[in-house]
């Protein structure tokens, strides 16, 4: 609640010309603690003012119904009759959640063109702070560049306030409403006329006015939004003052100055220069991160004097400053010579990245890649992340491309935690790599405020082949107990027989998983001829197998692996349900490559598997079914070795599998709309469904919170499909938040709509004048009809600042008394301070009004208390 001293002074004191003073602010934080933040007030106001002195503290609000007086800390005087004024001051608040903090001061100088009777107008500014531990400390950005520029009719003005903000926060600019009394619009206030266009830009910053069209003084707000990972964190107000001017000279013009990219640990400079057309003196001042971290950029002159001056930006970058957001520079350039002084702005970005990790190093086994590489040299990264692409990219990064763009043609494979874990197995994620495909990676380091380093060189492998080769894992028998398996590989004579003479064997081992991960020895064969297996009393209808073949040189004495043993795994089928349909996915991790999958499906008729379609992936749906029949698959495959290593065809046949096709695709998602009525007290929740999807709905779904944060429950169930209307009436509060689903006769549910919230209606407002003469007409303050009001903190006051009635009760029933005695007060004005709990979509608000009772024709001997 806002002092009460304040409120009497405000309410009562006509405004005098001691308080025609304010002309631009801001409020700016930093946090201390968990729940601690220094609050940093700025306000511009006009030198020659009395008002200047009896401003040593001004009234602050801290959002969280407490207010301070906050105490001037420094004094800066500026040319063309600015003064700075700096106040500062910590405040603690109770918890989490969002607040606004505002300031309020009498008055805004008079005579500002776009807002009417500016010298009655109060003077406000306010900045929105969000605490809460899933977002993490935050300090608002720093303006580092005052609002002081002077424009001329016709000619584009511009002005940037070179935001920077120390955590690497994006930020976002628009332009809004000057604001009033507690921190509200001003009612017609009107944007500055301009021949052309008036606009911020969303991204740099730049205020553009093209151009002025007449001689005054105008006020804008420019509102500065700070967003992380998606989420708003925080705002600023800035209101500044832009005075204009009739003048003949031209505002200087500083030459392009193009973004720039640079890996850290590397120099960075580039020249600035700016033109005067009128061949007046022009400087050139530099703001902007660089200028603000560690190690700082310098800004220094190469050449300064009339017509033209030069400078030199010059930064030696560190790992330190590489983060996600650009670093942005802004440069103002200032002539001189002629009345008004005239500026320029101009700004460009900075990007420092990560370099890239080095020495990656690739070593292939039969179906798998181990990759290996050294830590980055930026030790704040979190980590890295792997890419892999078949065939080699060609690609030559930028210096600002940073990761790696989709639009090469690589997929993350895998995402690493930890600087010094640098070593990485792709090995399909357990399905095994396939063999006759040249695999590249790439490994890029990864930061938590989502910056990438560059990306590594490229390196390239193929798989090695391995031997014996593995030419069969066929499914012969589907069977939960007695499945089987053929197993065949070729004779392999490519090694020094004299030196390994035989006899021969082969040891054979099987894996109840697609990668060898239990390969345990299961038989073994004695002919170097004996190259088939048919194994048996197998899971096959619910197990994929996998199997590996070692040959040995079984000379006594001289017992030798001949050659690196292969892996192959059987093919596994899952059938998957649809709407008159079904999707098949085939599992298999194999050392050759698979060309075409051929389904085959029963025919029931004839008590056989006929084909009915191929595919080249391991991706096949059958469309058209009768849902509700049973059907039944298997597939085979077709793949080979290069020719110089095997020169036959190879066929493997999948398991069985059945399944029935049902309707398991949910409807489409209904659009949804909100309003509320608030003199009746009810919602109307209206949907829309597109013609094409009606037919597919039996019923739809209504859920419903009475807060933001809330759980969204069940409010309506079972509204048929032609209805589009639903009306609620809310017990808890008018405000609340809606989605909707639509339902099919198969009992699928849409997705949610969009959390759609509503709370735009306030139903507690307060009588200014009663009489308590006993007629029965006014003799109460009562508030007008209302609802969802918890309590209220209802304060009221004579005009010497005495209490003379307070009250919890949210009717009031003020009879014009004190409270302290029941004596009736004089006629007279009395204000009053009222905090109004409110059921709102966060829980419970407190929204405050203020202003005055006017009591009138009391019956009795009054007391002037």
């Known amino acids: 609640m806002k002092r009460v001293g304040l409120i009497i002074a405000f309410l009562v004191f006509s405004l005098t010309l001691l308080a025609t003073h304010n002309r631009a602010g801001e409020i700016t934080y930093r946090q201390i603690d968990e729940l601690t933040y220094e609050i940093t007030l700025v306000t511009?106001?006009?030198?020659?003012?009395?008002?200047?002195?009896?401003?040593?503290?001004?009234?602050?609000?801290?959002?969280?119904?407490?207010?301070?007086?906050?105490?001037?800390?420094?004094?800066?005087?500026?040319?063309?009759?600015?003064?700075?004024?700096?106040?500062?001051?910590?405040?603690?608040?109770?918890?989490?959640?969002?607040?606004?903090?505002?300031?309020?001061?009498?008055?805004?100088?008079?005579?500002?063109?776009?807002?009417?009777?500016?010298?009655?107008?109060?003077?406000?500014?306010?900045?929105?702070?969000?605490?809460?531990?899933?977002?993490?400390?935050?300090?608002t950005p720093v303006l580092l560049n005052p609002p002081l520029d002077k424009a001329v009719v016709g000619q584009t003005f511009i002005h940037n306030p070179s935001a920077y903000d120390a955590e690497g926060d994006s930020i976002s600019y628009e332009l809004t409403i000057c604001r009033q009394e507690n921190g509200d619009e001003i009612p017609d206030y009107t944007f500055p006329p301009s021949s052309n266009d008036f606009y911020v830009d969303a991204i740099t910053g730049d205020l553009v006015w093209d151009a002025p069209i007449q001689v005054g003084s105008y006020n804008v707000a420019m509102l500065i939004e700070e967003w992380r990972d998606g989420i708003k964190i925080g705002q600023i107000i800035r209101d500044m003052q832009?005075?204009?001017?009739?003048?003949?000279?031209?505002?200087?013009?500083?030459?392009?100055?193009?973004?720039?990219?640079?890996?850290?640990?590397?120099?960075?400079?580039?020249?600035?220069?700016?033109?005067?057309?009128?061949?007046?003196?022009?400087?050139?001042?530099a703001t902007g991160g660089p200028l603000e971290t560690l190690p700082a950029a310098t800004f220094s002159v190469i050449t300064e004097g009339y017509g033209q001056s030069a400078?030199?930006?010059?930064?030696?970058?560190?790992?330190?400053?590489?983060?996600?957001?650009?670093?942005?520079?802004?440069?103002?350039?200032?002539?001189?010579?002629?009345?008004?002084?005239?500026?320029?702005?101009?700004?460009?970005?900075?990007?420092v990245v990560s370099p890239a990790p080095e020495n990656l190093l690739l070593t292939p086994t039969f179906n798998s890649i181990a990759l290996q590489w050294d830590p980055v040299i930026c030790s704040q990264a979190m980590g890295y992340d792997v890419y892999r692409k078949i065939s080699p990219s060609g690609w030559n990064p930028s210096s600002c491309e940073t990761g790696i763009p989709i639009s090469v043609g690589f997929e993350n494979i895998g995402r690493l935690y930890g600087i010094s874990n640098c070593t990485f197995i792709d090995n399909n994620e357990g399905q095994g790599l396939e063999q006759g495909f040249e695999y590249c990676y790439r490994v890029v380091a990864w930061f938590d405020d989502g910056?990438?380093?560059?990306?590594?060189?490229?390196?390239?492998?193929?798989?090695?082949?391995?031997?014996?080769?593995?030419?069969?894992?066929?499914?012969?028998?589907?069977?939960?107990?007695?499945?089987?398996?053929?197993?065949?590989?070729?004779?392999?004579?490519?090694?020094?027989?004299?030196?390994?003479?035989?006899?021969?064997?082969?040891?054979?081992?099987r894996s109840e998983d697609i990668i060898g991960q239990n390969l345990v020895l299961i038989d073994s064969t004695l002919s170097i001829n004996d190259t088939t297996y048919l194994d048996s009393l197998l899971n096959t209808v619910d197990n994929i197998y996998s199997y590996s073949v070692e040959m040995y040189n079984n000379t006594p004495g001289n017992r030798l692996l001949i050659g690196t043993p292969q892996l192959a795994s059987s093919s596994f089928l899952k059938a998957y349900p649809g709407d008159n349909s079904v999707t098949l996915k085939l599992k298999r991790s194999t050392p050759w490559l698979n060309d075409t999958m051929v389904v085959y499906r029963m025919n029931y008729n004839a008590s056989v598997y006929d084909s009915v379609g191929f595919t080249l992936t391991t991706n096949y749906k059958d469309l058209n079914l009768e849902n509700g029949l049973m059907y039944c698959y298997k597939i085979l495959s077709i793949g080979h070795y290069p020719p110089q290593e095997y020169s036959k065809t190879l066929y493997n046949w999948s398991q069985e599998t059945c399944v029935t096709p049902i309707d398991t695709i949910p409807p489409c998602k209904p659009n949804l709309r909100l309003e509320s009525s608030c003199d009746e007290y009810y919602n109307t929740i209206e949907w829309h469904v597109v013609d094409s999807c009606k037919a597919d709905i039996s019923y739809f779904n209504i859920y419903y919170s009475p807060t933001t944060e809330g759980e969204m429950q069940i409010l309506q169930t079972l509204i048929p499909a032609s209805d589009s209307v639903y009306l609620h009436y809310p017990d808890y509060s008018i405000a609340g938040c809606y989605s909707l689903t639509a339902v099919d006769s198969f009992a699928n549910e849409s997705a949610n709509t969009q959390r759609y919230c509503i709370d735009n209606c306030t139903y507690y407002e307060l009588p200014n004048v009663f009489s308590p003469n006993g007629d029965n007409i006014n003799d109460l303050v009562i508030p007008g009809p209302y609802k969802f009001v918890e309590k209220v903190d209802m304060k009221i006051?004579?005009?010497?600042?005495?209490?003379?009635?307070?009250?919890?009760?949210?009717?009031?029933?003020?009879?014009?008394?004190?409270?302290?005695?029941?004596?009736?007060?004089?006629?007279?004005?009395?204000?009053?301070?009222?905090?109004?709990?409110?059921?709102?979509?966060?829980?419970?608000?407190?929204?405050?009004?203020?202003?005055?009772?006017q009591l009138n024709n009391p019956t009795e001997n009054a007391t002037n208390e």
């Open 797 to 853: 006051y004579n005009r010497w600042g005495t209490l003379v009635f307070e009250t919890e009760d949210p009717d009031i029933k003020w009879d014009g008394r004190f409270m302290e005695n029941g004596k009736l007060l004089n006629a007279g004005v009395y204000y009053y301070s009222c905090d109004v709990y409110e059921r709102r979509l966060s829980g419970i608000e407190v929204r405050n009004l203020t202003g005055f009772f």
């Open 311 to 351: 400078y030199m930006f010059d930064w030696n970058t560190e790992c330190s400053n590489v983060r996600y957001m650009p670093y942005q520079m802004v440069y103002k350039a200032t002539d001189s010579g002629k009345t008004p002084i005239l500026v320029d702005f101009k700004s460009n970005y900075i990007t």
């Open 44 to 139: 511009y106001t006009y030198t020659p003012s009395a008002a200047n002195e009896t401003r040593d503290y001004l009234d602050i609000s801290w959002g969280d119904n407490t207010s301070s007086l906050i105490p001037r800390i420094s004094v800066n005087y500026l040319p063309d009759d600015y003064q700075k004024n700096v106040y500062k001051m910590q405040h603690s608040y109770p918890g989490p959640g969002i607040y606004r903090i505002v300031m309020e001061d009498p008055n805004r100088n008079e005579g500002v063109d776009n807002i009417p009777g500016s010298v009655n107008v109060i003077f406000s500014i306010a900045t929105t702070l969000k605490i809460d531990a899933t977002v993490g400390f935050n300090t």
């Open 242 to 285: 832009i005075e204009v001017q009739n003048g003949n000279n031209q505002k200087p013009q500083i030459q392009p100055v193009q973004d720039y990219c640079v890996e850290a640990g590397q120099n960075i400079n580039y020249s600035v220069v700016a033109d005067e057309p009128d061949g007046n003196f022009v400087t050139v001042e």
């Open 451 to 509: 910056a990438e380093s560059y990306a590594s060189e490229e390196v390239c492998t193929e798989l090695e082949l391995g031997y014996p080769l593995i030419t069969k894992v066929s499914v012969a028998t589907t069977d939960e107990n007695n499945g089987k398996i053929d197993l065949s590989w070729a004779k392999y004579l490519d090694f020094d027989t004299v030196a390994l003479p035989g006899p021969y064997v082969f040891l054979i081992y």
